[in-house]
């Protein structure tokens, strides 16, 4: 029997679509689904074909975080070092999808719970199905919230909410973390991967530099003071000048015709 793959990938006109695939457990991340997906986060990031990536779950759930059969105390033993997880598969993911240079399109198509919440959030934009629910689950099995749950919860819903998300536990819906500013949007179930695909394949037909550049700088704007950030901004826009799509984004400007980006 073929094994069943824990991610499945394909490239389709410039998008790399991904899929985490153990829907029996709500894609609940294991060793080998966290090695899969970095492997396949890796090649987009060196493949000039891929200019955008859309993740997504199988199944019902997007993402159930870690995966708590692989965490049975029950009979005894040793605690897990679960600062060596983080150290060796959230953190490194985590880190990998923000450092890529190219748009990553989260479409939460159901449930997204513990650190499942906190990798779709670190993604570029968060579109979710409006049955989908974000549940920072991590309280009521006694841990912190992690995969950058406590840096980026505070900084794009505020302290108050982020704490007692955080705290209770309680699910958020779709519709209200689109209010709150926590993702760019909600919509109804039937159109996820319509809505999200074409944002992906509209952003993969975009001007891949200028992209990155911008993530970048949007990320590291909030630890650096107004002064830094305008260099920052200089530095960056200096780069997106010397590219090829800047010189075609103009002339199509001025062409008055759509402009043909190839991502150099
Ligand atoms: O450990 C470390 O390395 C540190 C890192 C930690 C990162 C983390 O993510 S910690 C947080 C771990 N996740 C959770 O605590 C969430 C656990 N799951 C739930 O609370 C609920 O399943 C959901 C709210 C996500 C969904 O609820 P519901 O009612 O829609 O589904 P269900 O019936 O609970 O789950 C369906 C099946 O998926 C069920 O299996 P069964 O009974 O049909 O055989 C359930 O056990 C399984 N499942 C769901 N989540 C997980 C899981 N199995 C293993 N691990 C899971 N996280």
Redesign the pocket.
Known sequence: MAETKPVLAELKDGTLHLSLNRP???N??NEDMHLALREHLSEADGNSNVRALLLTGSG??FC????????DMRSGGPA?D?G???ET??NPLVRQIRSLGKPVICAVN?????????IALACDIVVAARSA?F?Q??S??G?VP??GGTWLLPRLIGEARAKALAMT?E?LDAETAADWGLIWKSVPDEDLLNVASSLANGLSTGPTKGLALTKQLMQDAANQSLDTHLDAERDAQRLAGRTTDYREGVAAFLDKRPARFTGS
């Open positions: 029996e457990r709500l609940a991340f019902r759930a159930a975080g870690q995966d708590l059969s692989d965490r897990p679960l060596n997880t983080l598969l959230y159901g449930v997204a719970a513990g650190a499942g919440a906190n629910r549940i689950a991590f009521k099995i841990l992690d995969s536990a699910p």
